[in-house]
Structures are given as structure tokens and as C-alpha cells.
């Protein structure tokens, strides 16, 4: 089955800066790829997601990447607000809805 | 347009009981997900409901059932409840596309289950 690895566990950015999440997975035939935010007390929330016929995708300040032929997909975030701290998950699925995701990324911003 | 909505939002059982979760969907959506969250295992799927049928399930015991009502409301019932069992159980749902198949999926704010 489908295997997401996720890193690094931890990122620790000064505002202004850039942030870049990175996934490897291991299932080829996965197709779809979203990234979610997760808030303390909240559910996972929806920020970014990519479709393996699609190389980048941009929406304003983050960005994702994907390298089919490597099976990586990145997150990027430029200039990173306070607000953007988080924990951030990756996930990727060979179609239909079982997501399959990373351990996640704590991201700290800090002013 | 409302998000979707899971309750009860806290839960503390004991160990022995059983417990069942509600999830309402966004409204449209016909497609309700479960996952369990811990710290040590992270986000893993349970299982997806469609249309009222079970269309997909993950590698958990069959202590852990579910069902869809026709207006796509779901609930997630574990029974004999473990120490283990202990997270933090999250709703997802998805749009309809033409091809009735989807993975875009919309997370609530999910039930802390506590077991004693």
C-alpha cells in the first residue's frame, strides 16, 4: 500500500522567511496530493492540493510542487506570518478518498 | 455555507463501553470519511460511506462500524472501547463530481474521545 514520508518534523522560520515542506511517496499509480493545516483544537484544513497531471500550483503565498518520476511533492510558503504556525500534513491517494498522510511538520514562525 | 459539523465534541468513556460519533457533512456532500488521530500513529483512514454503503475501509478492527443515514449524515460506532482508542476521531466530506468519485475531502473539527 501507499506509504507517505514526511519532513522535516519540525521548522522553525523567522517571519518574513520562506518555509519548504517536503514528501516522498511510494505508490505510483497516487494521482492526487493535498496539504492540510491543522490549528490546535481544529480539524485539518484544506490549503493547497495537486493532481498528478499538474507540475505547480500556485495560490498566493504558498505554492506546491510535484516530481512524478521522484515521487516528491513539496509545500512552499514565502513570506511566512506568525499566523502561518501550524501543523502541517501532507497526504497523497491513488484515488478515492482513503488519505493516505505523512506525520506532519510543526511549523513556528516567529517576529 | 456551513462546514462540517461533529458532535459531541469531547467524549470520556470507560473502558468496556461502547460509543457512537455523529458527523453531518456539508450540505451537498454525499461522501462521509472517518480517520482516527494519535500522536504516535498520526491520521489514519477508517473508513468512507457513500450513498448509504460502506464504499472503502482502512486496517482497523471490526470493533469499529459505521453508517450513513440518507440525508449523508454518518456515525462511527466503536464498540468494547480500548485504552487505545483514545483520539481524536475526524469527519471529512467531499463534493459530488460527474463521475460520482472524489478525494477532495473538508475535515471537521473533529470528537476527542478519553478512554479511562
New interface residues.
Given amino acids: 500500500g501507499e506509504n507517505v514520508e514526511q519532513h522535516p518534523s519540525t521548522l522553525s522560520v523567522q517571519e518574513g522567511d520562506s518555509a519548504v515542506i517536503k514528501c516522498t511517496y511510494s505508490d505510483s499509480a497516487s494521482n ?1 496530493f ?1 496539504w ?1 493545516k491543522q490549528e490546535l ?6 490549503i493547497i ?1 495537486i493532481r498528478s497531471n499538474v507540475g505547480e500550483k500556485k495560490d498566493q503565498r504558498i505554492a506546491v510542487t510535484l516530481n512524478k518520476t521522484a515521487k516528491h511533492f513539496s509545500l512552499h510558503i514565502t513570506e511566512t506570518q506568525p499566523e502561518d504556525s501550524a501543523v502541517y ?1 501532507c ?1 497523497a ?1 491513488p ?10 511538520t510543526t511549523l513556528s514562525v516567529s517576529s | 455555507k456551513a462546514g462540517v459539523t461533529q458532535t459531541p465534541r469531547y467524549l470520556i468513556k470507560t473502558r468496556g463501553q461502547q460509543v457512537t460519533l455523529s458527523c453531518s457533512p456539508i450540505s451537498g456532500h454525499r461522501s462521509v470519511s472517518w480517520y482516527q488521530q494519535t500522536p504516535g500513529q498520526g491520521l489514519q483512514f477508517l473508513f468512507e460511506y457513500f450513498s448509504e454503503t460502506q464504499r472503502n475501509k482502512g486496517n482497523f478492527p471490526g470493533r469499529f462500524s459505521g453508517r450513513q443515514f440518507s440525508n449523508s449524515r454518518s456515525e462511527m460506532n466503536v464498540s468494547t472501547l480500548e485504552l487505545g482508542d483514545s483520539a481524536l476521531y475526524l469527519c471529512a466530506s467531499s463534493p459530488p463530481t460527474s463521475g460520482g468519485f472524489t478525494d477532495t475531502q473538508y475535515f471537521g473539527p473533529g470528537t476527542r474521545l478519553t478512554v479511562l
Fill in positions: 492526487y493535498p492540510y483544537g481544529k480539524g485539518p484544513q484544506l492540493d500534513f497526504a491517494t484515488g478515492g478518498t482513503a488519505l493516505i498522510f505523512g506525520k506532519g
